[in-house]
């Protein structure tokens, strides 16, 4: 595509990138200032499918009207759905992201359906759109991580180094899966589970883009990262009631930080996922 083309207001965002650009390498401090304000910019760009079913689990907490025509959570299925569809028609999305999302969408609401039955969390609020105990709008949840990891990839033109075999992965994922469910009447494995992704990941790194220099991160720093910025959203969220842990009935409490290591094996299974498309790609050296 010749500039000519482009749509206006991406002229007009390369046109206001390339003078911010000029401004901040006169300064050393200031090119390292712009580098960190690029690097939030962009994860806040591929977070946004999350970052705005967030904002409605919050806005709808604080705002939304009792005794309404629709219940809160079915007003976030249909939020969410909005989203989603605004993601593909705006081309935030593909459709073969959108594929590999649904099935973050499937595996999330399935285990919703199995802990909810065994009371690991619970959603204290009625609504129609649900399956069982569970809203329809928790499945985005989980898709929401499958559109961030989808995203980041493409926006800071991520490249790995060391990256175990995809189908070593896809084994590991499974167990790690299976796990969540089979620890109720099995003794728990996650201690060999993290064993097992350090053996494999430990040694991987990544390759990134923050702005125009390429900077390399430890695989297992930024999965650990990721899972750290979920479980601060999941704070917010049942800060939000969208739904509450054991001992958040009487009122809000911290998700216990046993919560991240939970998220950290679930980056694991995302990442699997998502590599289904997006498969990892060699950083040269």
């Known amino acids: 595509m010749t500039p000519s083309r482009r749509p206006p207001l991406e ?5 206001w990138l390339s003078g911010a ?24 760009w591929a977070c946004l499918f999350g970052g705005l079913l967030l904002v409605l689990i919050v806005a709808t907490f604080l705002w939304w009207p009792e005794g309404a025509v629709i219940a809160r959570y079915d007003a976030l299925v249909v939020g969410a759905v909005a989203i989603q569809a605004g993601m ?47 809203p329809l709008f928790s499945g985005f949840m989980y898709a929401a991580v499958g559109s961030y ?33 089979l620890h109720h009447w099995l003794p728990d494995v996650r201690g060999a589970l993290f064993l097992m992704v350090g053996v494999l990941f430990g040694r991987g790194w990544f390759w990134f883009t923050p702005d125009r220099q390429r900077r390399s991160m430890p695989l297992l720093a930024g999965y650990g990262l990721v899972a750290l910025f979920i479980w601060i959203a999941e704070n917010v969220g049942t800060f939000a009631r969208a739904w509450t842990y054991p001992g958040q009935e009487a009122g809000w409490a911290p998700v216990s930080l ?24 060699r950083e040269p050296r």
């Open 21 to 44: 650009q000029a401004w901040a390498d006169r300064r050393r401090w200031r090119a390292c200032a712009f580098e960190v304000l690029m690097f939030g910019i962009k994860q806040g």
């Open 258 to 281: 046993d919560k991240l290591g939970s998220w950290f094996l679930l980056m694991i299974i995302s990442i699997v996922l998502v590599s289904l498309v997006h498969r990892p790609e």
């Open 11 to 15: 002229l007009i965002g390369r046109h």
């Open 149 to 181: 990891i989808a995203r980041v990839q493409r926006i800071f033109h991520i490249r790995v180094r060391d990256y175990p075999p995809v189908w070593i992965t896809g084994v590991l994922a499974a167990g790690i899966y299976l796990n969540f469910f």
């Open 88 to 134: 593909l028609i705006f081309k935030l999305e593909s459709w073969e992201e959108a594929r590999v999302i649904l099935l973050f969408h499937i595996a999330g609401t399935v285990m919703e359906l199995f802990k909810t039955a065994h009371g690991s969390w619970v959603y204290p609020e009625a609504s129609v759109l649900r399956i069982g105990d569970v």
